[in-house]
């Protein structure tokens, strides 16, 4: 296991990302931050409250619950998917969502992220923020805004642990654990 970020790295990468998205779209206004369940949601409220401090300005923040999105769920067996119901704060129609999520690695959430928030209304513009991207893309989807970009191998685990979720601010990457 080797430690890509601990707690002031993911602190300072947020208020990075927060300057680039003041930077982007020349302030916040007709901004909202809308969270990818689960650690997304915690990610865009810390960048809320960064925006916050540095601008004054608040920004809503939404959470967005892609499970029924998601195109393999019926290449996941076992148990129905816990659908927990999405937040959007504010009608979306006409304002620039950016999209939060922990890792980006195939593309496959962040699609099913933009079908869940076009049922919400016909956003002026889509931008993904996220904290970590791991390459290996299989959908021609690129973030805006990127905390760090780590170079992985396919049999390794991106794993962002947020202290709102798991106690502990920190990013490891391990090698998955095979099973015989």
Request: aromatic share 2%.
């Amino acid at each position: 296991m080797t430690v890509i970020l601990d707690e002031a790295a993911i602190r300072r990468a947020l208020t990075r990302i927060a300057h680039e998205i003041l930077e982007r779209n020349k302030g916040v206004d007709g901004c909202v931050l809308v969270g990818i369940r689960t650690r997304g949601i915690y990610l865009a409220r810390r960048l809320a409250e960064r925006i916050a401090a540095i601008e004054g300005v608040h920004v809503p923040v939404g959470e967005l619950d892609i499970t029924l999105y998601r195109d393999d769920l019926s290449l996941k067996g076992g148990d129905q998917p816990k659908v927990r119901g999405s937040h959007i704060p504010v009608d979306v129609t006409g304002k620039t969502v950016i999209l939060i999520d922990d890792v980006i690695y195939t593309g496959r959430t962040a699609r099913a992220a933009l079908d869940a928030i076009i049922d919400y209304g016909r956003p002026r513009r889509i931008q993904l923020a996220v904290l970590i991207d791991r390459g290996h893309r299989e959908l021609p989807i690129r973030p805006d805004y990127v905390g760090k970009n780590v170079p992985t191998a396919r049999n390794e685990i991106v794993d962002v642990q947020l202290v709102e979720v798991d106690g502990q601010d920190q990013v490891v990457l391990r090698k998955r654990e095979t099973t015989a």
